[in-house]
């Protein structure tokens, strides 16, 4: 019995020994630890040599790496009592670097300034000296890195001293910390400049070469740390005082790098921030030639091609961007006629089953086609007609419809061009039901393009008279809810419909009465105010009453006395249809009407 307690207590002393080491290590790490966040804080008073302590912080931070030897190793604890040993030189060295702060701070200390830079020389060595042991350690296998000293964010209404310390402290850490230490500051980074715009300043104006960090990193192989550094400088992109510093520290190329399919193998997430970070950059049409000096016409147009049929945010950039290049007529005419844009962007409005996706293609077809009369060509020869034309059938949304008709609009009627072609493709038929059933927005848009189609030719005049164009004018004109424009609109467009012999036939013929209609609009709101509509309608009467029909129909409306009221009081086109119908044996008539 005694000899087995004697064999317990002696497998129980290396225990307890080991114990007992492993309590000196975490204490010396403490120890160290804290003498190097109360040397990081301190520094920050220091105003001489303010680059010499911020490359003295930035040595500090690497040292910063809380450590642990991994059980079950037989050298452990030669290699504990090393670390150990290491870490109380570092601790040593912090304090008595502090030494060095008061003296640093603008004060009369002996030695002057030549001493102080000698001695923060001969600190910089010494971290640097233990940089190297610590690294050595770790690399053999012993040790490993577990977490940094975490410098806490700043709160909300933090003076920018707090901000600079916390940013700073974020620069060191993805200069030279590990892999996880970078990601984890490249995260914190992108997170704290999105919710303060004072990090904005502080990165670009505070931070030694803190844009050219960024922009390395943006060539960095660990996915993580790339996304959330394109997300910084996405941000950085968003202000009109820094965007330039990004673009001086040549952040387009390794950006439009993220984006090409062939050189890249970048998330979606990754492109999507690289898309959004060139949209703002060339919100300046000057960046735009570095966007497509780098190949960022390529890179894009590929994106639309590789990810148009699901869309989403992706494409939605890159279209952007490419609507921002297009601006450039150089840049325009390049995409046209040498990197086939016309094909995937027509295709991409078409069969993008993401709304928001296939509005953008819509407006940057548009946005291309109205450059130039070439560029105009060689959308129409695409189909881009076509595809918009198609774009208005009532299975797409109501948004969709309404920028086709957009579009639609600044490509075929402003000013009208490539007509026969769309109407071949049914556009009179797609507007004619949209006013019938349209939303308000969408019935704005097709009176609006029925408007620009009316004065184009006596063709089309025709085609939109047989078509029913003339009931549905009127019955816009009716409704009390349109705008003095949309009222306006629909009485100039049945006024130039009019202005064709079939069509005033066929409206006199109509089952219908709305010859009546019209004169009964003439009377409609204030009856002595003469609105640009009812100048329109008085001249659609007028053009009625050049037929037998006409004038019959006009006669015998129990709403001719409005057209007697207006030449009552000297309207002058009132006063001659008045006189066209017959001058005083109609006013024998409207006498023999009103008395009744």
Known sequence: MMGEAGEEESAAAPAEVSRQAELDEQRCLAEALDALSSLVSASLSATLFPLKWQLTRDR??????DTTVPAGDESGEDRRDAFVNLLRDVAATAREARELVPRS???????????????????AAALDAHVARLDEVHASGALTRARALVVPRPGAGA??????????????????????????????????????????????SDVADGVGVLVALLECPDARVREDVLEAVSVIAGSDAHRGDLVVGGVIAPVVRVLDAAASASSEAAKERAARVLCKLTENSDNAWAV???????????????????GGELVCAACRVLRSLAGVDEIRKYMVADAGAVPVLVSLSQRATDDAARIQAMELVVAIGSGDSSA?????????IEVLVRALDASSSSKVREVALRAIDGLCLSPPTSTD???????????LSLLRTGDTTLQHCALKAAHRLCPVSEEIRKAMGDAGFMLELVSVLGASSKSPEAREMAAESLCALVSVHR??????????????????????????????????????VTRLADSSSGRRKILTSEHVRNLEKLAETDVPDAKRIVKRLGGSRLRSIFHGIWSL
């Open 421 to 431: 072609r769309l109407l071949a493709a049914g556009f009179l038929d797609s507007v």
């Open 60 to 65: 500090l931070h690497a040292c910063l790496a």
């Open 292 to 310: 497509a000096a780098h190949g960022g016409v390529t890179a894009l147009l590929d994106l639309c091609t590789d990810h148009g049929a699901s």
């Open 503 to 540: 069509n005033r036939k066929r409206f006199v013929q109509e089952d219908r009465d709305d010859v009546a209609r019209v004169l009964q609009l003439l009377g409609s709101g204030d009856e002595e105010k003469l609105t640009p509509a009812k100048r329109f309608l008085l001249s659609t």
């Open 159 to 204: 003076t920018r001293d707090d901000v600079r310390f916390y940013v700073r402290d974020l620069f060191a850490r993805l200069r030279a910390g590990g892999a996880e230490m970078r990601r984890e500051a490249a995260t914190a980074l992108s997170e704290v400049l999105r919710d303060d715009e004072k990090c904005v300043r502080v990165v670009a």
């Open 376 to 384: 105009r060509e060689a959308v129409v020869q695409e189909g881009a």
């Open 105 to 123: 701070q603008g004060r009369q200390y002996g030695g002057g300034k030549l001493r102080l830079r000698s001695d923060l020389d001969v600190l």
